[in-house]
Structures are given as structure tokens and as C-alpha cells.
């Protein structure tokens, strides 16, 4: 092989790298949120359902019967108590896009950022992307619907592997 076509090849294996890259940043996941929770020292904190909220008695944040949510002074105390409190999102999955190593139907569990743990809700269908490489952990919302049927029409992302259209 002369020198032209090693660099030729060498293009085109970076070039190809480089799609898959994007794939993985762009990819869609869809699902259904249908429960969240707060975990710290090994247990749980404070969890919400589709049955309702619990808490433990020295839960120091809000809880509604349907959602949890963390305000800052929440998550000082949470840190203090039992260091770095972990967010947790459980999703039933509509549509899964590669890197997720979910399955269309399957139910996940994911940990999340705070601000992202605060803005959905149980019960909301969501558009969301895992971190490429830690596909535990969801990275961002690109949108939240209050059923699948409106985030089909409001977030069309793409056909139906999750790719871009």
C-alpha cells in the first residue's frame, strides 16, 4: 500500500470513528418516568410512584404526593448527612438509541444530576439522552410531555431506531 492510500484509509476510519460519535451524542431515548427516589448512606431517603411519595421522618425536602423534588438547602443537608446523595429516575422505555444498553419495553433505573431529578416528574414521558459513556446515567431532557402521545408529537427526534432524521 503507498503512502496515499494508508492516509486515504486512515480519513476514512477517523471519519467513520467520528459518526458513531455523533450518533452516541445525538441518539434519542424515549420512556415513561414511573418512579424516582433519593439514596444516601445505603438507603433510601425519600422515593416517589405512581402509588404516591415516602419519606424517611428526617427527610429534609418537599414531597407531593406524585414528585420529589431537592431544593438547595435540601441538598446541603443531604450532603452533610450522608455525603453525595445519589438521584435516581426509574424509566419504562418507549424507544432506545444506541449507546443505551436498555431494550424498547424494558424498565431502568438511571442516575441523574439534581436539576434534571427536579424538572421531571412521575408520570411525565421524556426524551432524554444517557452519558456516552455511562449509559447509568442520564446526561440531559430534550423534552418532557405529560403522556407518550404528546411527546410524539411535540419531540419528534427521529425515525424509529433513535437515530437523527
Known amino acids: 500500500m503507498n503512502r496515499r492510500r494508508f492516509l486515504e484509509a486512515g480519513a476514512v476510519g477517523a471519519l467513520a470513528t467520528t ?15 414511573v418512579a424516582k427516589a433519593v439514596r444516601g448512606g445505603g438507603e433510601t431517603l425519600v422515593s416517589a410512584g405512581r402509588d ?9 425536602g418537599d414531597v407531593s404526593a ?4 431537592v431544593s438547595d438547602g435540601a441538598a446541603k443537608e443531604l ?7 445519589t438521584y435516581e ?19 431502568k433505573r438511571y442516575t441523574t444530576y439534581r436539576s434534571l431529578f427536579n424538572r ?8 432524554f439522552q444517557p ?12 423534552c418532557i410531555a ?8 411535540r419531540c419528534s427526534t427521529g425515525n424509529d431506531d433513535g437515530a437523527p432524521m
Open 19 to 33: 459518526a458513531g460519535c455523533t450518533k452516541a451524542v445525538v441518539g434519542t431515548n424515549r420512556g415513561n418516568v
Open 52 to 60: 404516591g411519595a415516602t419519606a424517611r421522618d428526617d427527610y429534609p
Open 66 to 69: 406524585r414528585n420529589v423534588s
Open 79 to 85: 450532603r452533610r448527612a450522608y455525603g453525595n446523595p
Open 89 to 107: 429516575v426509574t424509566i419504562d422505555h418507549y424507544r432506545v438509541a444506541w449507546p443505551n444498553d436498555a431494550k424498547k419495553g424494558e424498565r
Open 120 to 127: 421531571i416528574q412521575v408520570g411525565d414521558s421524556v426524551t
Open 131 to 142: 452519558e456516552p459513556t455511562n449509559t447509568g446515567t442520564i446526561s440531559s431532557v430534550s
Open 146 to 153: 405529560p403522556d407518550r402521545e404528546s411527546l410524539l408529537v
